[in-house]
């Protein structure tokens, strides 16, 4: 595993290099012609974000399952209850919808309901008096008491006048921040300074997926800090998806997770960073495939949950150090838990010698976990007394763990959740 600190180095060359492509050579995704820009408003009314300020948040993209847009098929509330509850247990709290339509309007007070932080609420269009999109605009607005932050989805076909008009008319009625979600490509000066916060829908050269997860994070960070260092607004990608799958033929599963573990690590776990990402996306949308059933088709395993609302490596428990330990350092053993909630969970430390595992004596014996999932043991491991050797458990809160055991024991889902070490 690769210490933490090489991670760290190769983010500040990556914010370096946003930073030049900004300053120094120009905007990404901005026009030379400056007769194709709207003009820049003379005043924007605008709302606060605080919401976007906890990186302990988890945030992730939710359509739920059992839906089908194309052919009019909508959840029940029963089922999109179950849905928001799967993600809870995982540890997101907060949730980007993506329309208001019919049942889906419920979905920011069953997600309070069921203890999510924050909701943002999607609306399809600006264009609030067309009678298509009316009902959607008045159900978002009933919401607005379960409601932290509106998303606009339209994609062009508007006037940068009609999108401010309709965001402070949202503003006012609603006393809620407002944005629109735009390709990263369309983001000139103007259209970075009329939404409360910049929420860009990630689009890239080609497919994230057929890029190692390593080079998909890199390409994810450029994208958002070469925003970023143009604006004060924070900066939240979106729709930055990586496959589980490539048809029946290829499962990627571990790529997809680490891909996703690795900007976890850069936006929730680095607090000094500003902006973020949104976990895309929560389940396979198998009606997203467009007819398409080549190998090579992929926009329907993009959830961390697959239809059936099975976890995927993405979405499983998970124990990783946060730095390497090989008998010389002289730090705590720490690391980080995830997919879980931290609050129902606990850490039970091992190290091995003479044959056997036995539990590292501390008071109390199980380790707690901080709501960004990490966990210090207060442990600095003894060489010379202990060996290298370790095992970390991920139990629940009311494991009690044996004094020593021969080998460690099954992950049951109950009692263990995860293993490191052993």
């Avoid at 995704?29 to 820009?37: A, L, P």
């Avoid at 199980?366 to 966990?375: K, P, Q, S």
Wanted: charged fraction near 25%; charge should be negative.
């Amino acid at each position: 595993m690769a210490n933490i600190n090489s991670k760290i180095k190769r983010i500040m060359s990556i914010s370096a290099l946003a930073s030049s492509l900004a300053f120094g050579v120009g905007f990404i995704g901005c026009s030379d012609d400056n007769s194709t820009k709207p003009e820049k408003p003379d005043t924007i009314t605008s709302l606060p974000t605080p919401f976007l300020d906890d990186h302990a948040v988890r945030w992730i993209n939710y359509e739920p399952t059992n839906y089908n847009p194309k052919e009019g098929v909508y959840p029940s509330e029963e089922s999109i209850r179950e849905d928001v509850q799967l993600l809870k247990g995982a540890n997101f709290d907060g949730i980007v919808t993506n329309s208001s339509k019919e049942s889906l309007s419920r979905i920011p007070q069953i997600a309070k309901e069921e203890g999510i932080q924050y909701v943002i609420m999607g609306i399809s269009s600006i264009d609030r008096k067309r009678e298509s999109v009316k009902n959607e605009w008045d159900n978002a607005v009933q919401m607005k008491e379960y409601v932290d932050g509106y998303a606009f989805l339209q994609h062009s076909n508007y006037t940068l006048d009609s999108l401010v008009s309709s965001m402070d008319y949202l503003r006012t009625i609603t006393r809620r921040p407002v944005t629109i979600s735009e390709f990263t490509s369309a983001y000139d000066d103007s259209l970075l300074h009329v939404g409360d916060w910049i929420m860009p829908r990630f689009t890239s050269s080609g497919n994230l997926s057929y890029h190692l997860p390593d080079d998909a994070i890199d390409e994810v960070m450029l994208s958002q800090l070469t925003l970023q260092v143009r604006t004060d607004k924070p900066v939240f990608i979106d729709h930055a998806a990586y496959c589980s799958q490539f048809g029946a033929a290829q499962n990627i599963q571990r790529f997809q997770a680490d891909y996703l573990y690795g900007l976890f690590l850069r936006y929730n776990l680095m607090s000094e960073q500003k902006g973020g990402f949104i976990c895309y996306e929560a389940f396979d949308q198998p009606w997203k495939n467009n007819g398409i059933t080549i190998p090579e088709d992929c926009s329907w395993y993009e959830g961390i949950f697959s239809k059936d609302r099975e976890p995927k490596l993405a979405a499983k428990p998970k124990l990783s150090l946060l730095m390497d330990f090989d008998g010389d350092n002289d730090h705590d053993l720490e690391g980080v838990a995830l997919n879980i909630l931290p609050e129902n969970h606990r850490i039970a430390t091992y190290l091995k010698f003479e044959g056997k595992w036995h539990a590292i004596p501390k008071d109390p014996p199980l380790t707690t976990i901080d709501a960004r999932g990490i966990w210090d043991s207060n442990v600095v491991p003894d060489q010379s007394t202990y060996g290298t050797t370790f095992g970390i458990l991920l139990v629940n809160e009311n494991y009690d763990p044996p004094d020593s055991i021969a080998s460690p024991p099954q992950i049951d889902g109950t009692n263990v959740f995860a293993k490191l070490g052993f």
